[in-house]
């Protein structure tokens, strides 16, 4: 019986937290109403009041709901980070592809990114959890597995720090007015936003050592 009450209390705050995050991204904190949300998750204001006080501990409660789902997808794309130089343009970009269609230009990402967009400025304590739980965790996991391919030697990088902000940066870049306005891009726009992305980070951070390295065995042939 106890397992039955449980279940139905954990259900009950899946549901309170889903309509509170469609009703904070449509109408933002200050418009949102709790009579509204209670009304999208079809329970009764009390019940809402019971499991979070205030709407700003509800507020708080959806962003690190959401942020724990987008940090679980991250982790998962970044354990299919290259980690070796062979065909290393073509790894990256499929990389970043992944990274930007799950993790950016996915609903959670679009729903992080309109919230802070609208309502960071105003309500930054809000955000606390966001600002330690987000970006944060994307570049110090990032640049660690850019330091494993400059270790190889497949990249020269003297700050792992911003060749990683510059990454995520890049692979971004085409997409941002699209993803802006709500858009999701195609496969295809994914795909030469990627590839874009990644011959411009070769460009800085290439190793010309590494390629002219993969060049001399051919050579060696070429002169026996």
């Known amino acids: 019986m ?3 009450t449980q279940r139905g209390q954990c259900a009950k705050r899946m549901s309170i937290l889903d309509a509170a995050a469609d009703v904070f991204c449509r109408k933002g904190f200050a418009a949102a109403s709790i009579d509204e949300i209670a009304a999208v ?3 009764s204001r009390q019940t809402i009041y019971n499991h979070y006080r205030e709407k700003e501990t509800l507020f708080v409660a959806v962003v690190e709901d959401v942020m724990n789902r987008a940090n679980a997808t ?4 970044l354990s299919t980070f290259p980690d070796s130089a062979d065909d290393l343009e073509d790894g990256l970009t499929a990389f970043a ?12 990402g679009k729903f992080l990114r309109k ?3 609208t309502e960071g400025e105003r309500y930054p304590h809000l955000f606390e959890s966001w600002r330690q739980q987000g970006p944060g965790k994307l570049t110090t996991a990032l640049s660690a597995l850019l330091a494993r391919l400059a270790h190889s030697q497949a990249l020269a990088i003297d700050d792992f720090d911003v060749a990683a902000r510059q990454f995520v940066a890049l692979a971004n870049a085409d997409l941002q007015m699209m993803t802006l306005f709500g858009g999701t891009p195609t496969n295809e726009e994914l795909e030469k936003a990627a590839r874009n992305a990644v011959r411009t980070f070769l460009k800085a951070y290439g190793n010309p050592k590494a ?4 060049g001399e065995p051919q050579l060696a042939a070429m002169s026996g």
């Open 2 to 4: 106890a397992g039955h």
């Open 211 to 214: 390629e002219k390295g993969a």
């Open 41 to 43: 998750a079809c329970v």
């Open 97 to 108: 592809v992944r990274l930007n269609k799950n993790c950016i230009c996915n609903h959670d």
């Open 115 to 117: 919230l802070v967009q």
């Open 74 to 77: 991250l982790f998962s794309v």
